[in-house]
């Protein structure tokens, strides 16, 4: 794409953007669709003959249903299936009409900042956490992404040596974002700092904006191996009081895989019921292969924010079946990983059972 086409594509996902995964589209590692006069656009990658969606219809409320019907003619033209990776539930409505098949694939970890005070019960392991780093010296710094800040480079290693150590010893392509300090663009980067500023990283966090910067995702985080304790959800808690400072209503803590799937939904006669097959093979990983993505952990450890749960399904024209999941998890990459790590992860979970007897069954 050209200087201006780029332009136009970051202001859309700025400015319309629904969800944290929307503004991913900058990554420029897919292919567009752009709808009539550039008003709307959605990214995507082909698979094979399906066509992979990620980051949803991205433009004002008018030109969805327009850029949707021109994409499956597309779709249709080119002998593709159309395969929608995240969508809110806010959007169904749409997506019924035009003939998908949808299946709840997780849950979006909403913070309403404009009344959340951390106060209380509730919030008591998150201000625990928040003041143990404290009482280390540990200060939250929000950093420059032009090139100019030489922490960058220390970021991108704690970056490296956190995905080594999981079993799929990469970052997850397009539904998850890349840390790169050369175009993050309108992103926000925070690092916990040791010694009061004057120390090492300990770890990161990486902020996409949406609907207008009026709310961001907790979009990536990381930290060093030998970390303080609770140098995250340290992160995390400071930077949604920042945020809140300044007048920022919403904080995504993002996807919480599989978190919420036990009921199905039902056909109507207006509409498809949900894919048995999905469905079953969410429950089954979630359940006998967390070892792989540990999915109770990560909805264990963003419900302690006490977020509001919003559906995320997965959405397939004309019908889901084997074929578009395994289009969309080789897609993502979730499908590439190392039996060797993943098995140590196992163990680990083995080891550690009885803590991790009240996790989510979701």
Not at 245 to 256: K, R
Not at 323 to 346: K, N, V, Y
Request: aromatic fraction near 12%; include cysteine.
């Amino acid at each position: 794409m050209d200087d201006d086409a780029i332009a136009r594509l970051e202001s859309l996902a700025y400015r319309h953007g629904r969800s944290y995964d929307s503004y991913l589209v900058m990554d420029l590692d897919r292919r567009y669709f752009w709808s009539s006069g550039r008003a709307a656009v959605l990214g995507f990658v082909v698979r094979g003959s399906y066509a992979v969606v990620i980051g949803g219809l991205i433009g004002p409320d008018e030109t969805r249903e327009p850029l949707l019907a021109a994409f499956m003619a597309y779709c249709k033209a080119g002998g593709l299936t159309a395969c929608f990776g995240l969508v809110h539930e806010e959007d169904l409505p749409l997506f019924d009409r035009s003939g998908f098949q949808f299946t709840k694939i997780g849950e979006d970890a909403l913070v309403d900042l404009r009344d959340c005070e951390w106060r209380g019960k509730a919030y008591e392991w998150v201000r625990r956490q928040t003041n143990y780093c404290r009482r280390h010296n540990l200060v939250c710094r929000e950093l420059r992404g032009d090139g100019s800040d030489g922490r960058m480079a220390e970021l991108a290693g704690i970056s490296e040596r956190f995905l080594d150590a999981t079993p799929h010893g990469r970052t997850m392509r397009y539904f998850v974002g890349r840390f790169d300090p050369v175009l993050l663009r309108r992103r926000r980067v925070f690092a916990a700092i040791a010694e009061g500023g004057a120390g090492r990283a300990e770890g990161f966090v990486v902020c996409t904006p949406y609907r207008h910067g009026t709310a961001w995702g907790i979009e990536m985080y990381r930290s060093r191996p030998d970390a303080v304790r609770g140098t995250v959800p340290f992160l995390m808690h400071t930077v949604m009081q920042i945020m809140k400072s300044e007048g920022v209503e919403e904080a995504s803590l993002c996807l919480m895989p599989a978190s919420g799937c036990q009921a199905r939904r039902l056909p109507t006669p207006y509409a498809h019921g949900d894919s048995w097959f999905i469905h079953t093979y969410i429950r089954i990983t979630h359940r006998y292969l967390n070892f792989i993505l540990d999915t109770p952990g990560i909805a264990h450890f963003k419900t302690r924010f006490r977020p509001r749960c919003a559906n995320i399904y997965c959405s397939v024209w004309p019908k889901a079946s084997v074929g578009p999941l395994h289009a969309m998890l080789s897609t993502w990459g979730t499908l590439q990983f190392s039996w060797l790590r993943a098995g140590g992860q196992g163990l680990k979970q083995l080891v550690g059972r009885r803590q991790r007897a009240t996790l989510s069954e979701s």
